[in-house]
């Protein structure tokens, strides 16, 4: 089997020298790899492992690490993979920023119709720079066009919502967009040693989980047996 699991968080440039990322560390994407490394043993042929730069790969000679920028590199990344070879799975916990920059200008020049040049270093002497952004392509869209077969796991995180309104989402999110699986957390329930997360099924249903380990444990579990199950059908 073939399984790629997407880590940590894009960055955007904003010139050659500054970038606004998020506050993703990768250490769930970490967690669940780590996971399917054991729980798969010798069915995994191989693992892609797509990170941002703060997330740190698993070991693994099966373990092929790419580390990308932005959503482009991100959404390039995916469709390569995907359109070439079979594969079985993707996990995409990566936190993929929403929003690029499309230009940059100053409250001066916005009254005159200028922007700045995003492709140099920005001088530190501007008081008032005015950063324009433009909405990113939803990548995980994208990921049963390119590949109709692979099972999907997708993320939602939230902030500060009940808890009926998590599953929902995450549902929602899953119907949308073809999951098999979606994983649903809140920002206030992510602490350095919890992690709380519900494993949404397309029947709604779900499965809880208290730490990183325990999701990664289940997420794993769940497209092991998956995957399994539809081999046997076929």
Same mark, same amino acid.
């Given at each position: 089997?073939?399984?790629?699991?997407?880590?940590?968080?894009? *960055? #955007? /440039? +904003? @010139?050659? =020298?500054?970038?606004?990322?998020?506050? !993703?560390?990768?250490?769930?994407?970490?967690?669940?790899?780590?996971?399917?490394?054991?729980?798969?043993?010798?069915?995994?042929?191989?693992?892609?492992?797509?990170?941002?730069?703060?997330?740190?790969?698993?070991?693994?000679?099966?373990?092929?690490?790419?580390?990308?920028?932005?959503?482009?590199?991100?959404?390039?990344?995916?469709?390569?993979?995907?359109? *070439? #070879? /079979? +594969? @079985?799975? =993707?996990?995409?916990?990566?936190?993929? !920023?929403?929003?690029?920059?499309?230009?940059?200008?100053?409250?001066?020049?916005?009254?005159?119709?200028?922007?700045?040049?995003?492709?140099?270093?920005?001088?530190?002497?501007?008081?008032?720079?005015?950063?324009?952004?433009?909405?990113?392509?939803?990548?995980?869209?994208?990921?049963?066009?390119?590949?109709?077969?692979?099972?999907?796991?997708?993320?939602?995180?939230?902030?500060?919502?009940?808890?009926?309104?998590?599953?929902?989402?995450?549902?929602?999110?899953?119907?949308?967009?073809?999951?098999?699986?979606?994983?649903?957390?809140?920002?206030?329930?992510?602490?350095?040693?919890?992690?709380?997360?519900?494993?949404?099924?397309?029947?709604?249903?779900?499965?809880?989980?208290?730490?990183?380990?325990?999701?990664?444990?289940?997420?794993?579990?769940?497209?092991?047996?998956?995957?399994?199950?539809?081999?046997?059908?076929?």
């Amino acid at each position: 089997m073939k399984v790629i699991i997407t880590a940590g968080g894009t *960055t #955007e /440039k +904003i @010139d050659d =020298v500054r970038s606004i990322t998020n506050l !993703s560390t990768g250490r769930l994407g970490n967690a669940i790899a780590k996971s399917v490394l054991r729980n798969f043993g010798e069915k995994l042929e191989k693992l892609y492992y797509i990170h941002g730069n703060r997330a740190i790969p698993p070991l693994g000679t099966n373990v092929v690490s790419i580390s990308i920028g932005g959503v482009s590199d991100l959404e390039k990344a995916l469709k390569e993979i995907l359109e *070439t #070879e /079979k +594969i @079985d799975a =993707v996990i995409h916990s990566m936190a993929v !920023s929403d929003y690029t920059v499309k230009e940059l200008t100053t409250l001066e020049d916005i009254k005159e119709g200028k922007t700045l040049d995003a492709g140099k270093k920005i001088s530190s002497d501007i008081d008032d720079l005015v950063i324009v952004m433009k909405k990113t392509p939803k990548v995980i869209s994208s990921i049963k066009r390119w590949s109709p077969n692979t099972l999907l796991v997708g993320f939602k995180l939230l902030s500060h919502v009940p808890e009926e309104e998590l599953i929902e989402v995450g549902h929602v999110l899953l119907l949308k967009n073809g999951c098999d699986f979606v994983l649903a957390n809140d920002l206030k329930d992510i602490k350095e040693k919890t992690h709380k997360g519900f494993l949404v099924h397309p029947d709604k249903t779900y499965d809880t989980m208290d730490t990183k380990e325990e999701i990664g444990e289940t997420i794993s579990r769940r497209v092991l047996e998956t995957l399994s199950s539809n081999m046997i059908k076929e």
